[in-house]
């Protein structure tokens, strides 16, 4: 079954490819923004049929490589 | 004194530091990332480069691959390993050493030569080297050394910095900071000081009339060291 990871920086990360991405938004007119924050996405299929063993799995994939712990934090979601 | 240079698909500063390394007596062996066993020896390095094409984070991908469970088992076992520039992510990837490193703070690609003040010499990378800032060259996108509050303070309560980004003088400003680093950080140790991550190159700058001599004198001296 497929699994979703979304990692993002921790809050006191400096991410200045989101501060860019809020800037060059701005300058085409999206004034109401207060942060842009960048983050990666995965889709994972995974050989398991049962979604909370599946997340458990996906769990492990990210604490040991899909995210740094030390400046990234990560959100599993079950997407079939 | 024996050395290897591990070799990662997208390293590029592999042979360089096999030149360098000869070049002041070493008997160094390259090493490829796929080898399971690491040959007997005094000294591993990982080089600069880009392994695995920076895939997922610089240096992640590395980290697991297969050589690397004996380089681990060889550093905590109390042998001596390098990581320069790409290797000092891969160092970090690993946990080998504390930190991380970022994206550089105004998002461009730095080569340029720097200077470095050394901040201590109780090790076997530093000891005895006659010089307390060195100019070395520096060539990376992802350099800007981050730790947490927690980490920083434990670092530096065990006297883990090794080097900072300093000026000609040592004094360590924030203008002299290229990348942004954490309190200009510029390579580490971990905490028994036989593991070295550092973002400068030594390896670039062994011939005089090219570059500077400087890495001549790190390498000299290391190689006094571990004798």
């Known amino acids: 079954m497929k699994i979703s990871a979304i990692i993002t920086l921790k809050k006191d990360v400096l991410d200045p490819q989101g501060k860019v991405i809020h800037q060059t938004l701005d300058g085409m007119g999206f004034k109401n923004i207060e942060e842009v924050r960048q983050g990666k996405y995965f889709e994972i299929d995974v050989k398991?049929?049962?979604?909370?063993?599946?997340?458990?799995?996906?769990?492990?994939?990210?604490?040991?490589l899909l995210a740094n712990l030390v400046i990234e934090n990560f959100k599993i979601i079950e997407t079939q | 004194m024996k050395s290897s240079v591990i070799t990662f698909p997208g390293s590029n500063c592999d042979r360089d530091m096999d030149v360098a390394l000869k070049k002041f007596g070493f008997n160094n062996?390259?090493?490829?990332?796929?080898?399971?066993?690491?040959?007997?020896?005094?000294?591993?390095?990982?080089?600069?480069?880009f392994s695995y094409?920076?895939?997922?984070?610089?240096?992640?991908v590395a980290s697991k691959s297969k050589i690397m469970k004996s380089v681990i088992d060889f550093a905590n076992s109390g042998g001596l390993v390098m990581g320069i520039c790409n290797g000092f992510q891969i160092l970090v990837e690993t946990g080998l050493v504390p930190g991380v490193l970022l994206r550089n703070k105004y998002l461009e690609f730095i080569?340029?030569?720097?200077?470095?003040?050394?901040?201590?010499?109780?090790?076997?990378?530093?000891?005895?080297l006659d010089k307390e800032v060195l100019e070395l060259h520096i060539a990376h996108n992802e350099g800007n050394y981050f730790c947490t509050n927690d980490q920083l303070k434990e670092i530096e309560d065990n006297n883990q910095i090794a080097i900072y980004y300093s000026n000609e003088k040592g004094q360590t400003y924030e203008k002299d900071n290229p990348n942004g680093s954490t309190k200009n950080i510029a390579g580490i140790f971990n905490k028994r000081k036989n593991v070295l991550g550092m973002m400068p190159h030594p390896e670039r700058m062994i011939d005089k009339y090219l570059s500077g001599e400087d890495g001549s004198l790190f390498f000299k001296n290391l190689i006094k060291n571990i004798k």
Request: proline residues 6%; hydrophobic residues 30%; neutral net charge.
């Open chain 2, 53 to 60: 094409g920076d895939y997922l984070r610089c240096g992640s």
């Open chain 2, 29 to 49: 062996q390259m090493v490829w990332h796929n080898d399971n066993e690491l040959p007997k020896g005094d000294l591993v390095i990982l080089p600069g480069g």
């Open chain 1, 48 to 64: 398991e049929n049962d979604p909370s063993k599946a997340k458990v799995i996906v769990e492990d994939m990210c604490k040991k």
């Open chain 2, 111 to 128: 080569c340029k030569n720097v200077f470095v003040k050394i901040d201590n010499k109780d090790n076997p990378y530093f000891k005895n």
